[in-house]
């Protein structure tokens, strides 16, 4: 199994690679290319910011995706119901978008940031539970088109919002 990882066959390979006249120049553009890939993903790791209230929104292209933080999902338990906006709602910084409902309790969650909903996360409606494996990822709320990306300063970026919950359970 060991043997076949990938990067026990891309080592296997560069004798073989480099054997067929393959110029440095062209292994240095290629580290370039995946140096300038990774910083790439990084740049757009940024881009996801925080509010107090647990909520986040991830930007991409002017669009932010919203929902709760991985914090806020454990501290509500199994989610079993999300309640969203309607497509083309006009919101506020800080305005009710909706609400997540738990077997613990249910709790509303509010814009990041100004803008227009652009779309929910219907898939929500018959598996809720998204929420809780995947708050960041799969199990987000709404999109919204970005009214004023400038809001952005005022939320918290991850290390941030990391020593906010830090401090919130002392």
């Known amino acids: 199994p060991c043997s076949q990882s990938p990067l026990s066959k891309m080592l296997r390979s560069l004798p073989r690679l480099c054997s067929r006249s393959t110029s440095v120049a062209r292994l240095s553009a290629n580290a370039r290319t995946s140096?300038?890939?990774?910083?790439?993903?990084?740049?757009?790791?940024?881009?996801?910011r925080y509010t107090k209230s647990h909520e986040y929104v991830r930007v991409d292209g002017g669009v932010g995706t919203v929902g709760i933080s991985v914090h806020?999902?454990?501290?509500?338990g199994d989610v079993v119901f999300a309640d969203?906006?309607?497509?083309?709602t006009v919101v506020a910084s800080g305005q009710v978008l909706g609400a997540v409902e738990s077997v613990k309790a249910a709790s509303e969650y509010y814009a990041?940031?100004?803008?227009?909903?652009?779309?929910?996360?219907?898939?929500?409606?018959?598996?809720?539970?998204?929420i809780n494996s995947g708050a960041e990822t799969h199990g987000w709320l709404v999109k919204l088109k970005l009214s004023d990306e400038s809001q952005?300063?005022?939320?918290?970026?991850?290390?941030?919002?990391q020593a906010h919950c830090a401090s919130e359970e002392h």
């Open 35 to 48: 140096r300038a890939a990774m910083f790439t993903v990084m740049r757009a790791m940024s881009t996801i």
């Open 72 to 76: 806020a999902q454990a501290q509500l």
């Open 84 to 88: 969203f906006p309607e497509v083309g």
């Open 112 to 130: 990041p940031v100004s803008g227009e909903v652009v779309e929910t996360n219907n898939s929500l409606d018959d598996e809720p539970s998204k």
């Open 152 to 161: 952005l300063d005022q939320l918290m970026d991850e290390a941030a919002y």
